[in-house]
């Protein structure tokens, strides 16, 4: 996959502005071309009625594992917006910590289309909690949207 200039720098300066990833106590665990991994830890905070990680949290991060592994491949004046998004909830989210893995499926000129894992982590064991595909497109020349 075609990468440009020091991408792993460009995706982790652009993680550390997020303030939702700091929010939720996201780090970044690996960056390579197309391919990122986060893990962030159970967080009671951010649960739903029964206990459980809501689906939005889970979703938050989909959403942005799926966006900086599309940022890794674009153009470094590029960057990149979600404009939709589906999750797919395949059990409940409950575990010691999450393990999030975004990947690029096609990057496109105008519109890069990706895919997002996300599993549970316990005992050295990973289930698949959700995954989500995304669409982002490609934003370049506009003040603010960049890596």
């Known amino acids: 996959m075609q990468t440009y200039g020091d991408y792993d720098a460009r995706v982790r ?10 929010s939720l106590g996201v780090e970044i665990v690996s960056v390579g071309a197309g391919d990122v991994v986060f893990e962030m830890p159970f967080g009671a905070d951010f649960t739903q009625q029964h206990g459980f990680m809501h689906a939005g949290a889970i979703t938050t991060v989909l959403d942005s594992a799926a966006g900086f592994a599309a940022l ?18 395949m059990r409940v989210a409950k575990a010691e910590r999450f393990r999030f893995h975004g990947r690029v499926v096609k990057a496109g000129r105008s519109v890069c289309f ?31 949207v960049s890596g």
């Open 13 to 22: 300066e652009s993680f550390a502005r997020q303030a939702m990833m700091r």
């Open 72 to 89: 890794s491949v674009m153009p470094e004046e590029a960057g990149v917006l979600t404009i939709e998004l589906k999750t797919s909830l």
């Open 114 to 144: 990706t895919e997002a894992v996300a599993y549970g982590l316990e005992e050295g064991d990973a289930v698949e909690v959700a995954r989500l595909t995304a669409s982002m497109m490609v934003i370049s020349g506009r003040e603010g």
